[in-house]
């Protein structure tokens, strides 16, 4: 199964400043996916990224806030740009490991802290 | 945005009595998955069932899903206090497209 390195694991971050979150996985992967997960909350789609392509954000999400980045097959970066409080979150990123009867490989999540 | 609903929310037992989870969604699928996480980490994969399927197992782990209902269940049995964590279901109406349910907090109690 894929394995996914996502880095930072945690940061604090000043309002108004912005935070890039980097996705390393050890296959290619056509698609990968960026999540949002407020404090007790479930698992919110941000946007599906694919490689050479500009990602397809859901409903609520827009590049301007959250540009994602997609060079090759292995790597993502999600950036959170211009912070407020609200958006204090874990940040995941996803990927589909293969067949579906082995589900989705997610990162570790980045928990995030806007002061 | 979310498929579902899960209940309980809130789920609190002793080591070695089952646990039984519940998942609704809204709209057709071609599979529903349940996953685990602990502590606000990443989320791990436990099970898969088809749309054309009705109950599977793994291990400790017994699905169930009832697609006239629009339901699935999560049952573990013989629980340990390292079953301890947030449970999601996910649904995928068209293969990349996941939606996630509420979760539900499961204690397990040594």
């Known amino acids: 199964s894929a394995v996914i390195s996502q880095k930072p694991s945690r940061d604090i971050c000043q309002r108004g400043t912005s935070l890039t979150i980097q996705c390393q996985v050890d296959?290619?992967?056509?698609?990968m996916f960026w999540y949002r997960q407020q404090p007790g909350q479930s698992l919110t789609l941000i946007a599906t990224?694919?490689?050479?392509?500009?990602?397809?954000?859901e409903s609520g999400f827009v590049i301007d806030k959250f540009p994602i980045s997609r060079p090759n097959l292995t790597f993502s970066t999600l950036t959170v740009s211009n912070m407020s409080p609200e958006d204090s979150s874990i940040y995941l990123c996803?990927?589909?490991?293969?067949?579906?009867?082995?589900?989705?490989?997610f990162g570790s999540g980045t928990r995030l802290t806007v002061v | 945005s979310q498929q579902g609903e899960e209940d309980p929310q809130a789920l609190s037992i002793q080591e070695g009595e089952n646990a039984t989870m519940n998942c609704s969604y809204k709209?057709?699928?071609?599979?529903l998955q349940w996953y685990r996480q602990n502590s606000g980490r990443g989320l791990v994969h436990l099970i898969l069932?088809?749309?054309?399927?009705r109950e599977k197992h793994s291990g400790r782990l017994r699905v169930t899903l009832d697609t006239s209902k629009k339901s699935s269940s999560l049952l573990i049995t013989a629980s340990r206090a390292a079953d301890t964590a947030s449970y999601f279901c996910?649904?995928?109406?068209?293969?990349?497209?996941?939606?996630f349910g509420a979760g539900t907090r499961l204690t397990v109690k040594p």
């Open positions: 996803s990927v589909r490991q293969g067949e579906p009867r082995y589900g989705y490989t």
């Open positions: 069932i088809r749309s054309n399927e």
């Open positions: 296959s290619q992967v056509t698609m």
């Open positions: 709209t057709s699928i071609n599979n």
């Open positions: 996910a649904t995928d109406a068209n293969n990349n497209d996941m939606r």
């Open positions: 990224a694919n490689q050479g392509s500009e990602a397809t954000y």
